[in-house]
């Protein structure tokens, strides 16, 4: 997603009080509801400042095109990335807001090739909120009210990262039917690690085994096929006397057929234990 929101000719609300006071500030457009002001310059009506009305309370909502993303309370503000977590977005909620937004890193929390699966508990995190040391993680999609010195009003409704490791013994046990394969593939890689050229009746024969690729790759009748698939999969590119030249190792294809094997049989990543301050 592009970045290109300029937010220096907004300015920074602090309050509920401020956010009447901008509002009053500013002149409404020539067309436009009443009810609506342009935060930045008067062309510039993608950034905007609503006054409504909620259970017969003035409240003050700032948006980016057409999402609510800040608003204010006479007691307290509500911010949400608006099911839209752009660059963009987030940048307008930290300086509208007054506050700092940091990106989760999701593979400091679960390991590849599950790093952003919708099958861990931490796929729906986006940012979180650095405050006084705690760190209070935000979705995509959710409303989280602070109180105007950016502390959170409770700390139950943010998500709650949880961190992932794999079985090691699982992965032991499946990775035994592959065993002879791999002393296989190292023979002959040790012979030659040129990579080997493109053999399309060999990828049908992989990708039309009934069983499945892991399956076919078990069959000690596969071993030749099965060494074509790895290296094919797993060879990258050197220059060597300025020609192009495939090479692969041992550590590239047990990596890649660790992957298959995660995919096929995710129980393999189990939970290690809830935390909503892990060092992130």
Partial sequence: MGFHI???NMPRITDYKHAREVFNSKKVVRGENQSVRRLGDRYEKEKWLRQEIQDGIEVYVAGYY?????RYYPTHKEITLGDYPSTSTQYFVEYLAG????????KRYVPAPFTQSPMVKNHQIEC??????DKFYMNASDWYKLDYNNQPLNSEQFETPVKYRFDTSQMRELRKPYKNLLKYIDTLLKLNNEGVETDREIDNQVRAYEGGVLEFLAQESNMYQSYYH???RTQRTRWSNSNRV????MGMVKRYLDKLIKLSNPQV????????NLTT
């Fill in 99 to 106: 506050l700092g937004l940091s990106p989760f890193e999701h």
């Fill in 230 to 232: 790895l290296v094919n």
């Fill in 128 to 133: 979180f909120i650095n405050q006084m040391g």
């Fill in 246 to 249: 495939y090479y692969s190792n």
């Fill in 6 to 8: 300029n937010v220096y």
């Fill in 269 to 276: 990543l189990v939970e290690v234990k809830p935390t909503n």
């Fill in 66 to 70: 057409n999402t609510d993303l800040v």
